[in-house]
């Protein structure tokens, strides 16, 4: 091929890049550079040497400027189609162009666990002085791999996701900081074991308590498997990339459904892609990311080698700053900063122990400071302060009770214990002779009594029993009608009466066992002790951050029907005397689904419970996701309350999650799927994407029992199924044999 | 009188009993069927007596919804249970009274049926009004030692009385049916058993809580029939010995009244028994304010100490037996007819005193089944089924005389009662003997093997009647 | 061994099956297919987890139970049945006519060509469970079953009886009965196919799967 046809060749790639970028758009500028090309290759033939060079040159030109034009009219889908085509650098362009060298970790081209995550240690060199500096980084990241079949698009695996945590908890062993890179639609939805929502809960757990620095940048930051690889200290994103809740066709095709019945048509697309506010400005703006990385015009590819050098700059500027943030003394942290722009300084990337802690402290006050704008708290001013208040004498009181008397009464109990332990061996059978002996003494008889009690009324405190307890009655037993129970045709159950059902069943099907729908007003009557329920924040308010087109409306109804204000439910109460923290997601409210009013609730409840040395219990009365209508500021509510929690768990905390019904996606893949001890009610589904989305996004067909907690728990996702009539009695035993002797404080 | 429609949800003879009660009473009737039971005499009844319009086909007898689908298209007013089924199922009861389309339910108000229905309620019921009950926990026990020690004192306690063999009997509360009971005989092995049982309760039944009671030996099964309506009248219809049974405790024959001293010498005052346990009954039925026709079923121990065993909150199997010796105005009862009145809110038109007894009932309930071979059921075609007709004989059956008849498999397998009445012991028992001799009862089964039935059983158990 | 073809050449003739769609209870009965001609769908998807085309709803205490088609067909005839009318449990609805798959055209020749093992009582049956976990772990066609063999247990009336197999020597080729479900008797249980003659059946079904067309 001549120079000439090569040239010819560039340009007609370019033009073809422009013309997949702008979609089915009809755009003055693009048929303009098409009519050129055409016009210039028609005369092509007629043209001499010289002339055809002049022309080309004219025409890559032109070329440049309508790009540098288009460029500004690039609307948030376009980004989306830049990202997703096949000309789009990739994570594999970025080792070989930022980094100085790089060995690939259990992958080489398709022969890997999952081909779609690329773990790779790398290092950069930094000539500083006459002196060569190498400084290795662990790179995490998703690999779309120019359209590579067996890439997968970038989307992961769980398997791959478990693959980058492995090689993440390498990087805190060898003490060297993470980049990772995130390019991804968003995971691939399959439940086999690690399972993706649970194995993203896991990764989101462990980096918020991974004590190096961790960098992300962000090209297509997909929902769920962003967040897998993107707890980050420093979010760099790439000014044509995105970062959303969902895909903008994901959300046009739930809010079509809503609207006319399944016809998704590219103006919904456009539009939601608008709304969603995914762009590496919005996502500035909103706080959800630090920087952007300007890209060329119309999004960089792989002949963008500029652009590579200045990627590299940032990340390693990124990586300086997070560590010189928080080592040593204050006061030289300031200076260090200061003097960033130097790239002559140099900056060691390991950390010692207690800038470690320091860096997982700033991480987490960076997170818990996010979203704040995007709810609404109208909690008095008085009470705020009365809260306040109430927090720190909670701290002193938690601190004085536990850390400073517990520790010294926990030696003391312990020694008192194992006294009477001895004491106990060695009276224990003497006293048991004596105890005979004296039974046998005249004056001590009571067996006149017992016989008594075996032919005469004995005295019984019931006490509590269900029927007494059970004083909710559910609005669904007030309808004289039958229900079919879906296990019919397995079972031959009979149609149950409504008020038999809601009434007297629990909305258990009595002769199989199913589980109905059952409100959640059910639970705090019946799970919990009489009387014993204090909420609190109740005033804090689901808003519509993003204007998202009848979100608002949505809103208000939602609040109207459930008297709620947000669909998390915030609580104190006790199970038999057993004082609890209860965050309960309410399945009515917007389906449970979580945004950032949820999240901050979320968050509070757990810190209270921190506070207060309480367990914590997530009662998931069923969660639809992450309330995609508020975009990211839904989506960084799963890294922001697994922070918490985990700050919870390290400082001693117990936490239950408990499902009932359908519980999904973002919250699953986080707060909730990050529990130790997850439990179902039977009959609930549990899972990362529900079968449709399954369907649509990997072609696979899903057997209709996909998710239900059986199979959860075979899969090793949940950790047992109770029943919803016994859901007191296990929760009580539950805390008794979890929480130990001090309960739920280490 | 209002005319009521009294959907009769039950099958067999008592559903023939009940519809011919109606007639009686000038109630229309709606009943019932499955296509198991299509050959039934019960439809045919219903057909001859009723009109078409007044059998429905339904898919189980057992399915609450059928029956009220039922009700509301031939406009029935009121549901009969008969027995089995839902006789005994407050919830269903509850539903007869609470839908939108309210009806009748002949029987007692649903709270007492789930309160009489719950054992231990019943028991603890029982020892307030000081009721001999079976001497052990009358409460849910929970805790191990509580449990042990409750057991020991069982143990010294029937030492006490003289009990040569002590044993007691460790439940799962929340069981019944003969699910999750064990028998101990020494203390020592209580605690193994004790675990077993509280395993498989806590499996089975969500409720670990377990009873403890005396388990009595050689024991006489009596019974009281209770009548009552709902303005607070309780009569009772006397006593009956149900004592003759298979071994899986099904009755067999059943007798009334309970014992009969005048010519059987016992070692107890039986008359003092019986009039015992009525009163008890009584007390009872007047404490929780019963309000239809029930059954106090008791034990009573060779030494001839009474206790309460359950209480049957429905029309019984056997209640003809009371009724052939009993007399209102010179005039044999009919209880179920009672039974209908009261349930329909009418008084009861008589006392105690209107009450008279006279000689003795006998009521054999006749099945295919090999008495010798563990009293399995016997699966076939009835070929010939007659028997004469005496005056002294009640029948009640569903079994078709004049074609032959495929016995389903999917009910119990009762054929036929057959009650005698006599003067006396001497006499009911020869009656009972010839009205056996001649009953026939012939068949083959798909191998050509001919009809095994308990004839001569109940022939050889005649003799021993209310031998105790 | 029987004339395959002969037989084949007989359910050509009418290669159909009429089904009667009954009410399983009462209820009244509201019809959603009204009209003869119309063509149905059983139930389809890999577990078949979607219900086959609505033909009625029958209404019973507040409750509408769908009835669908059970097979792909065609509605031929309905019963002289009222929309709205109250109908008793087992009435006859309708009658769709289904044209036969090939699995049940070989599912008609096997039971004539199988030695069957009928239903000695009316009952339900299970197998014993040596067999049970036999077929369940390694599928049909893998027990060998002898004349005097214990087969299967005969429940009824809450008693269970064993079944001894009576017959020629063989393995367990087919089954036809369901668990769940009380079996008339003289129904068949299973087919038997003596050992030699599992060839023969091997080219009885290719014959089957090669010579047979499915209609619509």
């Not at chain 1, 993470?178 to 757990?205: K, L």
């Not at chain 2, 009660?21 to 296509?35: I, N, P, Q, S, W």
């Not at chain 2, 059928?66 to 008969?82: L, M, Q, R, Y």
């Not at chain 3, 067909?73 to 006519?97: C, K, M, S, W, Y």
Request: a neutral charge; proline letters at 4%; charged letters at 25%.
């Amino acid at each position: 091929m001549t120079e000439i046809d090569k040239q010819i060749q560039d340009l007609k790639e370019r033009l073809q890049y422009i013309q997949d970028i702008f979609g089915n758009r009809e755009n003055a500028n693009v048929s303009l550079l098409g009519s050129k090309l055409n016009d210039f290759v028609q005369a092509l033939p007629s043209l001499g040497p010289s002339q055809i060079k002049r022309q080309l040159g004219s025409l890559s030109d032109l070329f440049t400027f309508l790009e540098n034009k288009l460029e500004k009219e690039l609307t948030p889908m376009d980004r989306v189609r830049i990202v997703r085509h096949p000309q789009r650098i990739c994570l594999k362009d970025i080792l070989e162009n930022v980094y100085d060298n790089y060995t690939e970790i259990g992958g080489q081209g398709e022969y890997s666990i999952d081909p779609s995550m690329i773990i790779a240690r790398a290092y950069i060199t930094r000539n500083v002085g006459k002196k060569i500096y190498k400084q290795p980084v662990m790179v995490i990241g998703q690999e779309k791999g120019h359209g590579q079949e067996f890439r997968n698009g970038g989307s992961v695996k769980p398997w791959g996701n478990a693959k980058a945590l492995e090689y993440m908890k390498v990087a805190v062993t060898e003490n060297i900081p993470i980049h990772t890179y995130i390019f991804t639609p968003g995971s691939y939805p399959v439940e086999d074991y690690p399972g993706a929502a649970q194995q993203i809960a896991r990764n989101i757990y462990a980096m918020a308590g991974i004590n190096v620095p961790v960098v992300a940048v962000i090209s297509e930051g997909g929902s769920g498997g962003a967040e897998a690889i993107g707890l980050a200290d420093t979010r760099i994103m790439l000014s044509h990339g995105y970062y959303s809740v969902i895909s903008p066709e994901g959300a046009a095709a739930i809010e079509g459904r809503a609207k006319s019945g399944g016809r998704i048509s590219p103006e919904l697309v456009e539009s939601c892609a608008r709304q969603l506010r995914i762009t590496a400005q919005d996502n500035l703006k909103m706080g959800y990311i630090d920087r952007i990385l300007q890209e060329p015009a119309l999004g960089a590819r792989p002949e963008h080698f500029d652009f590579f050098k200045k990627l590299r700059q940032e990340v390693i500027l990124a990586t300086d700053e997070i560590i010189l943030s928080v080592r040593g003394i204050k006061l030289f942290r300031a200076i260090a900063l200061r003097k960033l722009n130097n790239p002559n300084i140099y900056v060691r990337w390991g950390l010692s122990q207690k800038s470690g802690e320091r860096l997982l402290w700033r991480r987490y006050q960076k997170y818990r400071s996010l979203s704040q704008w995007a709810y609404r708290d109208s909690t008095p001013a008085w009470q705020k302060y009365k809260r306040a208040v109430s927090e720190t004498s909670w701290s002193v009181y938690s601190f004085l009770r536990y850390e400073f008397f517990g520790r010294h009464q926990r030696a003391i109990t312990h020694l008192a214990e194992d006294v009477q332990g001895e004491v106990h061996a060695l009276f224990g059978r003497a006293m048991h002779k004596a105890s005979r002996l004296l039974r046998k003494l005249p004056g001590v008889k009571n067996e006149k009594e017992e016989v008594c009690q075996l032919t005469t009324l004995s005295t019984w405190e019931e006490g509590m029993s269900w029927d007494e307890h059970c004083r909710y009655i559910s609005p669904q037993a007030n309808q004289d009608r039958t229900l079919p129970c879906p296990n019919t045709v397995k079972f031959n159950c009979l149609d149950l009466w409504a008020p038999d059902l809601f009434g007297d069943f629990a909305g258990v099907c009595s002769h199989c066992g199913h589980h109905f729908p059952m409100e959640y007003e059910w639970y705090l009557f019946n799970v919990f002790d009489p009387r014993s329920i204090s909420e609190f924040s109740p005033r804090l308010e689901s808003l519509n951050p993003l204007d998202f087109e009848g979100l608002e409306h949505k809103l208000d109804q939602a609040k109207k029907q459930t008297g709620h204000k947000s669909g998390c439910m915030t609580f104190e109460a006790d199970i038999k005397g057993i004082r609890v923290v209860v965050a309960m997601l309410l399945a009515r409210f917007r389906g449970g689904s979580v945004g950032a009013a949820e999240g901050e609730k979320f968050s509070r409840a757990v810190e209270q419970a921190r506070r207060k040395h309480m367990p914590f219990l997530a009662y998931v009365h069923g969660t639809a996701g992450i309330r995609i209508q508020e975009g990211t500021n839904g989506l960084i509510q799963m890294p922001r309350c697994t922070l918490s929690v985990r700050r919870y768990l390290e400082a001693g905390g117990l936490y239950l999650v408990l499902y009932d019904t359908n519980s999904y996606a973002g919250p699953v893949a986080s707060f909730l799927g990050c529990s130790p001890y997850q439990f179902a009610i039977r009959s609930a589904n549990i899972g990362f994407a529900g079968p449709g989305v399954i369907r649509e996004t990997t072609g696979l067909d899903i057997p209709p029992d996909y998710h239900n907690a059986f199979m959860a728990l075979s899969r090793g996702h949940i950790q047992g199924i109770w029943d919803r009539r016994e859901i007191r009695n296990n929760l009580h035993h539950a805390l008794r044999t979890m929480g130990g002797e001090f309960l739920y404080y280490r | 009188m209002k005319k009521h429609k009294i959907l009769i949800a039950n099958r067999g003879e008592i559903a023939i009993r009940i519809l011919n009660a109606c007639r009686k009473l000038g109630h229309e009737f709606v009943c019932v069927y499955t296509k198991e039971d299509a050959q039934s005499e019960h439809c045919t009844e219903a057909l001859k007596q009723g009109g078409p319009n007044t059998l429905y086909r339904i898919s189980s007898y057992q399915d609450p919804n059928e029956i009220f689908a039922v009700a509301d298209d031939s406009e029935a007013t009121a549901i009969h249970p008969g027995y089995g089924f839902f006789a005994e199922d407050f919830r269903f009861a509850r539903r007869v009274v609470q839908r939108t389309r309210k009806l009748k339910f002949i029987g007692p108000s649903w709270k007492i049926i789930q309160d009489l229905g719950d054992k231990i309620n019943t028991k603890r019921v029982a020892r307030r009004l000081n009721v001999p009950t079976i001497p052990g926990s009358d409460r849910p026990i929970v805790d191990d030692l509580e449990a042990e020690e409750l057991a020991r004192s069982l143990f010294n306690f029937q030492n006490e009385q003289g009990v040569e063999q002590p044993v007691i009997l460790v439940k799962a509360s929340a069981g019944g049916g003969g699910m999750g009971i064990e028998e101990v005989h020494d203390l020592d092995r209580f605690r193994t058993v004790l675990r077993g049982i509280k395993n498989y309760a806590r499996r089975q039944f969500r409720d670990e809580g377990v009873l403890i009671e005396q388990r009595i030996f050689d024991f006489n099964h009596l019974e009281v029939q209770i009548l009552a309506d709902s303005h607070g009248k309780v009569v009772h219809f006397g006593t009956r010995n149900c004592t003759v049974q298979s071994i899986g405790r099904q009755k067999r024959i059943e007798v009334a009244p309970g014992f009969y001293p005048q010519s059987i010498s016992y070692a107890f005052d039986a008359d003092k028994v019986l009039n015992d346990i009525i009163d008890y009954s009584l007390r009872m039925a007047r404490e929780v304010g019963y309000n239809s026709i029930g059954t106090w079923e008791w034990i009573v121990s060779p030494m001839g100490n009474p206790f309460l065993m359950e209480v049957n909150t429905r029309i019984q199997v056997e209640n003809g037996v009371s009724a052939i010796i009993s007399r209102i105005g010179g005039q044999e009862v009919d209880l179920i007819q009672e039974q209908i009145r009261l349930g329909l809110d009418e008084r009861m038109h008589f006392e105690q005193k209107d009450i008279r007894f006279e000689g003795l009932g006998i009521e054999y309930r006749i099945l295919a089944e090999d008495p010798e071979n563990a009293f399995t059921p016997w699966v076939g075609r009835i070929e010939n089924f007659s028997w004469p007709d005496f005056p002294w004989l009640r029948m009640h059956t569903h079994i078709p005389r004049e074609r032959a008849y495929d016995i389903p498999t999917e009910f119990d397998p009762n054929l036929a009662l057959g009650i005698v009445w006599g003067q006396d012991l001497e006499q009911a028992r020869d009656r009972g003997i010839r009205f056996l001799n001649q009953l026939v009862l012939e068949g083959r089964n798909y191998m050509g093997e001919p009809l095994k039935s308990n004839i001569q059983f109940l022939k050889e158990n005649t003799r021993k009647l209310l031998v105790f | 061994m029987i004339d395959i073809m002969a037989l084949l050449n007989e359910i050509k003739k009418a290669p159909y099956r009429e089904i009667t769609v009954s009410a399983p209870h009462t209820g009244r009965i509201e019809f959603a297919v009204k009209d003869t001609g119309i063509k149905v769908d059983g139930a389809t998807g890999t577990w078949s987890e979607r219900p086959g085309t609505l033909l009625a709803r029958l209404i019973r205490e507040g409750n509408a139970k769908p009835l669908h088609a059970p097979e792909k067909g065609e509605v031929v005839h309905f019963f002289d049945i009222e929309d709205g009318q109250f109908v008793q449990a087992g009435t006859p609805l309708l009658n769709i006519r289904h044209f036969l798959t090939k699995q049940e055209v070989i599912d008609i020749i096997l039971k004539k060509a199988l030695h069957l093992f009928k239903a000695p009582e009316k009952g339900r049956y299970y197998f014993v469970s040596e067999i049970d976990i036999k077929i369940k772990s390694q599928g049909l066609r893998s027990v060998n079953i002898r004349d005097g063999d214990e087969a299967l247990i005969l429940s009824r009336m809450k008693r269970e009886t064993i079944i001894h197999y009576e017959g020629p020597d063989g393995i367990i080729y087919t089954t036809y009965f369901n668990s769940n479900e009380s079996v008339e008797m003289g129904g068949p249980l299973f087919g038997v196919c003596p050992e030699d003659q599992v060839n023969n059946i091997k080219t009885v079904i290719d014959k089957i799967q090669s010579g047979w067309e499915e209609q619509e």
